[in-house]
T-cell receptor
Framework: GEDVEQSLFLSVREGDSSVINCTYT??????LYWYKQEPGAGLQLLTY?????DMKQDQRLTVLLNKKDKHLSLRIADTQTGDSAIYFC??????????FGRGTSLIVHP | DTGVSQDPRHKITKRGQNVTFRCDPI?????LYWYRQTLGQGPEFLTY????????KSRLLSDRFSAERPKGSFSTLEIQRTEQGDSAMYLC???????????FGEGSWLTVV
């Protein structure tokens, strides 16, 4: 089946930028998503990008897409302790059913 | 609150019992999805509905699992003869249409003892 891969952990200092990376295999994906999950909670849609775009910026969030390499990244500027959570990358696939990675745990320390 | 609503949020049941989860999608969202998430993993697709029609089921959805969306609004996910391996969070999501972004509920935690 199609796969979405992410590194499992990222630790940053408060105020620094965080960059979370993701690779996917399904070249038919139209949407690529970033979701945030806090402990015990559901998934919150952070942002998404269409596959025909290279970059999308939304306040502190910047998404970069390299479609040729099937590589997606999420940059969080000025990372705060409230940003500590698990971040999931997902692709829509050809049937618009999101396939998720295992998630990257972002730890922000003072 | 007009988000995706799930009930109950937590359920503890004995092995062999049946459980049912309910999902109320965002109003007028045609697509409704069920996912399962276990500890340390990302959500895994179970099934989805376009209005009242169940269009796709994952092979994860064994014969003990059944999902319905009788009037194209709310949906139920029933697990019969629960097993310890069914312990997970069951997530519901909805979207307005096939080409739109997908919004998740808070999930229903199931613990089978």
């Amino acid at each position: 089946g199609e796969d979405v891969e992410q590194s499992l952990f990222l630790s940053v200092r408060e105020g620094d930028s965080s960059v979370i990376n993701c690779t996917y295999t399904d070249s038919s994906s139209t949407y690529l998503y970033w979701y945030k999950q806090e402990p015990g909670a559901g998934l919150q849609l952070l942002t998404y990008i269409f596959s025909n775009m290279d970059m999308k910026q939304d306040q502190r969030l910047t998404v970069l897409l390299n479609k040729k390499d099937k590589h997606l990244s999420l940059r969080i500027a000025d990372t705060q302790t409230g940003d500590s959570a698990i971040y999931f990358c997902a692709d829509s696939g050809g049937s618009y059913i999101p396939t998720f990675g295992r998630g990257t745990s972002l730890i922000v320390h003072p | 609150d007009t988000g995706v609503s799930q009930d109950p949020r937590h359920k503890i049941t004995k092995r062999g019992q049946n459980v049912t989860f309910r999902c109320d999608p965002i109003s007028e969202h045609n697509r409704l999805y069920w996912y399962r998430q276990t500890l340390g993993q990302g959500p895994e697709f179970l099934t989805y509905f376009q209005n009242e029609a169940q269009l796709e089921k994952s092979r994860l959805l064994s014969d003990r699992f059944s999902a319905e969306r009788p009037k194209g609004s709310f949906s139920t996910l029933e697990i019969q003869r629960t097993e310890q391996g069914d312990s997970a969070m069951y997530l519901c999501a909805s979207s307005p249409d096939v080409r739109n972004t997908i919004y998740f509920g808070e999930g229903s935690w199931l613990t089978v003892v």
